[in-house]
């Protein structure tokens, strides 16, 4: 397997090799080896849509960073570093990718634009969501270790199609919400709703 490796430009630097350590640093082993499906989904779906896959990959790989950080640092960073108040009604499903952004500029110095911006949607979505941001969406949900009938569909439908299985996700996302009595993120709706006029 060829080796990867991600432009300085993009990582201030930074070798992959050392991105790995200090996600290993942040993240169990699973959720560890999660994101480096992710990424090498990414990058297939990055090439196949036409896409940078050297963003899609390092946005992929990053995006659960922030994932196995404790509320209360959550909270504290939120309360001081000038996030909107409001994510305090909310929860770590909506933190880790909104406020995770926050501990990848500090501790892993990635300050991509276009990167934090994929990985700052990856769970809530956005309606304005670029074909980059849909791709690390969409690849956290279909990489190989998803097995569910759900997420399968997202797969055929990423074969071709972006946006459907972006909706697919979205439609399976809020049902979950729902159906657990979670909160639902006002964004996400509101990403659903334009997704499905698009479609229409
Ligand atoms: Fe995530
Ligand atoms: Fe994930």
């Not at 670029?130 to 097995?147: G, K, M, N, Y």
């Amino acid at each position: 397997m060829t080796q990867i490796e991600y432009p300085a430009a993009l990582t201030n630097g930074r070798q992959r090799s050392e991105i790995l350590a200090l996600m290993q640093n942040r993240l169990d082993d699973q959720r560890y080896q999660h994101c480096l499906r992710v990424e090498k989904t990414a990058r297939e779906l990055a090439k196949r849509f036409g896409q940078d896959v050297d963003r899609a990959g390092l946005a992929g790989l990053l995006h659960d960073y922030a994932k196995q950080i404790p509320n209360n640092t959550y909270i504290d960073v939120i309360k001081r570093n000038g996030f909107d108040l409001d994510l305090l009604n909310y929860n770590r499903g909506v933190w880790h990718g909104l406020v995770g952004t926050w501990f990848i500029k500090q501790e892993v110095g990635v300050t991509d634009h276009l990167v934090i911006q994929a990985i700052e949607r990856h769970t809530t979505g956005d309606p304005d969501m670029s074909t980059l941001d849909q791709i690390i969406f969409v690849a956290d949900f279909i990489e190989p270790a998803r097995e569910l009938p759900i997420e399968a569909k997202a797969r055929v439908a990423a074969q071709t199609n972006m946006r459907e299985a972006t909706l697919i996700e979205l439609e399976n996302t809020l049902q979950y919400l729902i159906g657990q009595r979670k909160v639902v993120y006002p964004k996400t709706l509101l990403t659903y709703n334009a997704f499905i006029q698009i479609k229409e």
